[in-house]
């Protein structure tokens, strides 16, 4: 049988394919799965205590705005910023001309009112006598009794406007309503000030607070005690001890963070009004087993890790609870054993059941 250049070529085509897939076949064959090459660690818990401090203030346990009771132009200020003031000593005085003159008029009020009075009785009593003698009619006596009524109710309203007036011309002058140290002062000689705007801040002398702004994920954990070791920071040879005295229910808008006030215990006198300190709270003993960051993932929502089989070298994902976060490693709490191997380097491409092969840093 004689074939044609095509058909000999169109043989030799479908050998040469052929060959191809047979050789195809037989490099798939050959080829297997590789093993992702992991760092991984075999997990311990510890034994953790750790401790938080943050910076704040010394303030006084009792601050006061002090301010006029009546408005006026300032005359006169006699303390400044940071003076320290006795209780009762002037700290301004505002013109008194105005509450000068209502004094004199409530003064003329009362005298005139008395002099009303000492003319309604000597009629009462004239008409007292006229009606013992039937010389009068009842209806002029009960009209001299009220008038008698009227004059001794119009002197006491006259003597209550004089005192009235004798304690607004007092409240031109400011003093100390305790003894303390002026922390702030908002007046000046010649400024209009009106009635109970603050003009000075006044911070008694006695307990003393160090105040902080704290974040309040600080509070999700549990503080060993209430006790704050505290130290000033421009010289932390100079400390003292302290107890959480009072927490502010509301958060801070602005800043997200929550006051708290420590009352200082016997504060060193170095431990002055504004004074920077820093405070450190020690948290309960706690086991944690700490990672680096590198080896948390996720399942679902919840945190992961990966963990390695020893006697398969498979890895497999599992959920943990993580107690808490930190610059470079992370706590897990709850959902690993210790001595389980867990891959801390490797891990984000890994799939359930891949084999792994661990290089490098095996602990």
Avoid at 66 to 95: E, I, M, P, Y
Avoid at 165 to 170: F, P, R, S
Avoid at 200 to 205: C, G, I, N, R, V
Avoid at 213 to 235: C, H, K, M, W
């Amino acid at each position: 049988m004689v074939r044609t250049p095509n058909a000999a070529k169109r043989v030799a085509a479908a050998a040469l394919v052929s060959i191809a897939l047979t050789g195809c076949n037989d490099h798939a064959a050959q080829i297997a799965p590789r093993a992702a090459l992991v760092r991984t660690a075999i997990v311990q818990p510890r034994d953790r205590q750790a401790s938080l401090t943050l910076t704040g203030e010394v303030q006084a346990r009792f601050r006061a705005d002090l301010s006029f009771r009546v408005g006026g132009r300032v005359v006169a200020r006699t303390v400044d910023v940071g003076a320290h003031v006795n209780k009762g000593d002037v700290l301004a005085r505002l013109d008194p001309a105005e509450q000068a003159a209502d004094v004199d008029a409530a003064t003329a009020a009362v005298a005139s009112a008395e002099a009303q009075l000492r003319v309604a009785k000597a009629t009462f009593q004239r008409q007292s006598a006229l009606i013992a003698s039937g010389f009068t009619t009842r209806t002029v006596y009960d009209q001299a009794q009220e008038g008698l009524r009227t004059a001794d109710g119009a002197l006491q309203a006259a003597r209550a406007q004089l005192g009235t007036a004798q304690d607004a011309l007092g409240h031109t002058v400011l003093r100390a309503e305790a003894d303390g140290v002026v922390t702030a002062r908002n007046l000046e000689v010649g400024q209009v000030v009106p009635a109970a705007q603050p003009v000075f801040s006044l911070a008694q002398d006695g307990e003393r607070d160090a105040v902080f702004e704290v974040y309040e994920s600080v509070f999700l954990g549990q503080t060993d005690s209430r006790r704050v070791t505290l130290a000033l920071v421009s010289d932390p040879g100079v400390t003292a001890t302290g107890e959480v005295r009072e927490i502010s229910p509301v958060i801070d808008a602005k800043s997200s963070t929550i006051r708290v006030k420590v009352s200082i215990e016997n504060p060193p006198a170095a431990m002055t009004l504004g004074s920077a300190v820093s405070g450190t709270v020690r948290a309960k003993h706690q086991n944690e087993i700490a990672l680096p960051w590198s080896a948390l993932m996720a399942a679902g929502r919840k945190a992961a890790v990966w963990t390695v089989d020893p006697k398969t070298q498979t890895a497999s994902l599992k959920p943990v609870t993580v107690g808490a976060y930190e610059a470079g490693q992370v706590l897990i709490k709850a959902g690993l054993e210790p001595g389980e191997r867990v891959v801390i380097d490797g891990g984000k491409l890994l799939s359930a059941g891949q084999s792994v092969t661990e290089v490098g840093g095996q602990s």
